[in-house]
């Protein structure tokens, strides 16, 4: 059934440069995610992960294809879909507050303050910010900083949350936190996301299915189904079935990586 908030991405190719310089990136990629669904993308370095999000975001157009979000074209960036970056792409100049609230402005009761107020207060909670509300991004934590991008991303109530690589800059244990906060809000406030990682274990740890990308130009390689509920905690990726799916996956992902001698070599 396809719901308002479906992605449809339909055999779309992406290519960069003109002429003898034009590279094929993305060669007639489709992929879909259902309402709520947590879609999480890997793949070797350069093979696309981010030319994909950043078409369903609307800032590259395909040249063959379409994506369509709640069965409507994409032709350029919008509000259904919000992208959180890897880099803390929040206002410096603004409150952890006036940042969330500023998410709020795409909404269609903007002008309505009370409404405003408790949707702050609803996404300061759930990302752990309510005692930083008047603090400014500079003074945080990278991971508080995140958490700040995340919330705000939140507070627009777009269709679809595009992340890419988000907790790729941040240091091992807080890039955990990051993940449990994630899923915690994920599990709160079911949305459909789009989430790109180097990380298999991490894509494994949050995502309803993972979704192996090739060497460029980039297919789909493998499409898996990730067979735990959305009870997880920290304990899942010590578990033999965890471990068993992960190198699964790291293995296909090294092959991609290491194509048979003589293929695929100029
Ligand atoms: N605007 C652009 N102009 C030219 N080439 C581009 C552009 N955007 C991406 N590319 C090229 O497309 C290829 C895929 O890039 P992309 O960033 O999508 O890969 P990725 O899988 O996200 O990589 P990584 O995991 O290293 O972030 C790379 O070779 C990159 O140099």
Redesign the pocket.
């Known amino acids: 059934m396809t719901t308002a908030t479906d992605l449809n991405v339909r055999e779309i190719s992406v290519g960069?440069?003109r002429g003898a310089k034009r590279?094929s990136?993305l060669e007639r990629i489709s992929l879909s995610a259902a309402e709520g669904e947590f879609v999480a993308i890997v793949?070797?370095?350069?093979?696309?992960?981010?030319?994909?999000l950043?078409a369903v975001a609307g800032f590259?157009a395909p040249d063959d294809g379409t994506v369509e979000v709640g069965g409507e074209t994409v032709t350029g960036p919008g509000p259904s879909r919000c992208v959180v970056f890897q880099e803390y792409a929040v206002f410096p100049w603004l409150s952890v507050e006036r940042n969330i609230g500023f998410g709020t402005r795409l909404r269609a009761w903007r002008g309505d303050p009370a409404r405003r107020a408790e949707t702050v207060d609803k996404y300061l909670d759930l990302m752990g910010l309510t005692a930083f509300r008047d603090a400014l991004p500079k003074t945080l934590s990278g991971g508080m900083r995140q958490r700040v991008a995340i919330a705000r991303a939140y507070a627009v109530d777009p269709a679809i949350l595009l992340m890419d690589?988000p907790f790729a800059a941040l240091d091992a244990q807080t890039r955990e936190h990051m993940q449990e906060a994630l899923l915690d809000i994920s599990r709160r406030e079911r949305r459909t996301v789009l989430f790109?990682t180097?990380q298999v274990e991490e894509a494994l740890y949050l995502a309803d299915r993972v979704v192996v990308?090739g060497a460029?130009p980039?297919r789909i390689q493998a499409i898996i189904d990730v067979p735990w509920g959305a009870e997880r905690d920290h304990d899942l990726k010590l578990t033999e079935e965890f471990i068993a799916l992960r190198r699964q996956v790291e293995h296909l992902l090294h092959d991609v990586e290491r194509p048979a001698a003589g293929k695929d070599t100029p």
């Open positions: 960069f440069g590279v990136v793949g070797p370095s350069g093979s696309g992960k981010s030319t994909l950043n590259v690589e790109v180097h990308m460029r980039a």
